[in-house]
């Protein structure tokens, strides 16, 4: 599993712009972490990296799903941590983003089995006593492995 640290704000931004470069319609991408730990700052830096204009990327807590148009096309943005059973996914139109659209899923643990074959996984935590430092590490599962290779991305320090 290959791991950066990110010093502040502009190296989450860094990250999410190289991981923005390779997404392509179908790709899922899964963000897991603490609350507070920074996924929807980095979602929001993804889209907005894909996004002809400036896009308010609010955390979809309440909404549960969000999408946003880009020319790579739909990215659906889902925060499952109000969900209570995985089979909810359907009525958020989890069906229509897998096979039409980039997703980006904050909380899939909620996702039970339910998880795609096909994904990134980032993991992001906060490094102990450091209050803007963040270890992320990434998971290539599928057709996603091998694909960060070419962002040069290096374990180490962003």
């Known amino acids: 599993m290959l791991s950066v640290n990110i010093k502040n704000e502009e190296g989450t931004k860094e990250v999410a712009h190289k991981i923005a470069v390779i ?23 993804l889209i907005n990296a894909l996004s002809e204009k400036a896009e ?5 807590t309440f909404t549960l799903v969000q999408t946003y148009p880009t020319p790579k096309g739909d990215i659906w943005h889902f925060d499952l941590y109000r969900i ?39 993991v992001i935590n906060n490094v102990k006593d450091q209050e803007n430092e963040r270890q992320v590490s990434f998971k290539e599962v599928g ?5 960060l290779s070419i962002l040069g991305i290096e374990n180490g320090t962003e």
């Not at 179908?26 to 929001?44: E, P």
């Not at 308010?56 to 979809?60: A, L, R």
């Not at 057709?143 to 694909?147: F, L, M, Y």
């Open 56 to 60: 308010e990327v609010p955390s979809p």
């Open 84 to 122: 209570e059973h995985p089979e909810e996914i359907y009525e958020l139109g989890w069906e229509e983003a897998q096979a039409t659209g980039i997703t980006i899923v904050e909380w899939p643990e909620r996702l039970g089995g339910f998880l795609p074959d096909d994904r990134l996984e980032i």
């Open 143 to 147: 057709s996603w492995n091998g694909r």
């Open 23 to 45: 997404l392509e319609p179908n790709d899922t991408v899964l963000l897991y972490g603490d609350l507070g730990a920074g996924k929807t700052a980095f979602t929001r830096y």
